[in-house]
């Protein structure tokens, strides 16, 4: 966060004149984006908070936060955000930080749960949940009756067809976790970051493929910011620097056929 933070061009009084007016890519265009998925990682949690500051947003809740919320208890109040975290698995939320509210519900499911709240959000936002999410158009379209008029959903997605997740996506799952255990020792089941099955539903990078669904689910305002590049080859020397130029001409080429990640963004109308 720090970093991301640290960033002028980032911080919430550089990014809009005029809170709440513009559109979602106005405000992109505002931010300037690199084109590498550094950026996107490192600056996620400042991102939204130069959303909330541009649109007036307050209550925010997080998709598949479980264990690891993009923001603190102490975070949040700083910011002046009301969260609340989401899982659609109990013991997930169990590790959810101390101080921080939580509600147990299935984003793509039919919205019966007890905590739900319909119209009861300024503001959802995911990062790596998606990708694992069998039904995505129903998940947006949730989003949509979660997010009060005027509200921003983000989803930061892993794309197809990128190489990499395009392998992982026809591989066998065992064979899959196998890989990503060797790469990534930590992402071992009973490690910090546990690999799940990953299906990428609608998990693309161009605004032209992903806009007819949004707006199916309810959306007009619609931004998709395309990424390239990634750190899984990073071990792998000749490989890394194939990949590295593959993916920095794919972006010179704006090629959204193989973007390996996205910045998903909505907005509902007031």
Known sequence: ????????????????????????????????????????????????????????????????????????????HRYGLDLVVNDIDAGELALTPKGLRTARFDIAGDLSEPDIARGGYDMMVSRMVFEHVHDVERAWSNIHALLAPGGVGLAFVPTLWAPVFALNH????????????????????????????????????????????????????????PFWGHGYFDRIPGLRQADAVFNRLAAQAGWEFVTTYAYVVVRKER
């Open 1 to 76: 966060m720090s970093m991301a933070l640290a960033d002028r061009r980032l911080h919430p009084a550089h990014v809009a004149a005029e809170p709440g007016r513009g559109s979602l890519q106005s405000f992109f265009s505002g931010l300037a984006p690199d084109w590498h998925s550094r950026w996107a990682w490192d600056h996620y949690e400042a991102t939204i908070l130069a959303l909330a500051h541009q649109f007036g947003l307050k209550r925010l809740c997080e998709v598949g936060g479980g264990r690891d919320p993009l923001f603190t208890p102490q975070e949040a």
């Open 170 to 225: 026809v591989l066998p799952e065992k064979a899959s976790r196998a890989i990503v255990h060797a790469l990534f020792p930590a992402r071992r089941d009973g490690g910090g970051d546990p690999k799940f099955p990953a299906f990428y539903d609608w998990c693309r990078g161009s605004r032209a493929g992903l806009a007819p669904m949004l707006k199916r689910a309810g959306f007009s305002d619609v931004h998709v910011q």
